[in-house]
């Protein structure tokens, strides 16, 4: 049977973005089982009332685990372009066994994917370019984050098709995910990044 993973930060007691969670994991149970699973009946253990930590779920027809770890960010420091045309990553799989063979065989801090020619995702989060016009994330990304979501809603970010011609037109790359909002740490520079 096929697990998938959630990861939801809490922040003193409360899951942030349950909705766009919830949607997730529903368009997931549609997609593979026609089950469905209420995240808002999650119970919050006494211990993780006060603190930043990552709530991980993992699940299938039911949720079969939930664990409760501290957070801190890993600082990217080194990002290297790598091109796969074949990944898929259209649902959050509890498996991630390709996308951490390229993060690992790429031997730097995280990667950013190319396919078909474009811009992705990195290997754990979605990604926002910076020019002179705006903050741009890429239409296409292996997965449709909730960071991403909650910032397209709030018009913060525009989705846009990103070729790998054009990522010279762009100075600054931020890495946002579930567990990084935007501006939780300092971009790279998009000259900084490995080819």
């Known amino acids: ?60 027809k039911k949720i079969q685990e939930i664990k409760f770890i501290p957070y801190t960010i890993k600082i990217r420091k080194t990002v290297k372009l790598i091109i796969n045309n074949n990944i898929n990553y259209q649902y959050k799989y509890a498996n991630r066994t390709e996308l951490d063979s390229l993060l690992h065989n790429a031997n730097t801090d995280d990667i ?54 054009n990522l010279s037109y762009f100075q600054y790359i931020y890495f946002i995910n579930a567990m990084q909002p935007f501006g939780s740490q300092p971009p790279i520079y998009v000259k900084d990044i490995i080819l």
Do not use: W
């Open 1 to 60: 049977m096929i697990q998938f993973l959630e990861t939801i930060r809490l922040v003193n007691g409360v899951l942030q973005h349950v909705d766009l969670h919830q949607q997730r994991v529903n368009n997931t149970l549609r997609a593979y089982y026609n089950e469905k699973i209420d995240l808002s009946s999650i119970k919050i253990p006494y211990p993780y009332k006060e603190g930043v930590f990552k709530c991980r779920i993992v699940y299938d």
């Open 112 to 165: 950013i994917i190319i396919k078909n020619g474009f811009l992705t995702d990195s290997a754990y989060a979605n990604i926002i370019l910076q020019n002179s016009n705006g903050l741009f994330t890429p239409a296409h990304p292996l997965l449709y984050g909730t960071m991403r979501q909650y910032l397209l809603n709030k018009n913060f970010i525009i989705s846009k098709d990103i070729h790998i011609n």
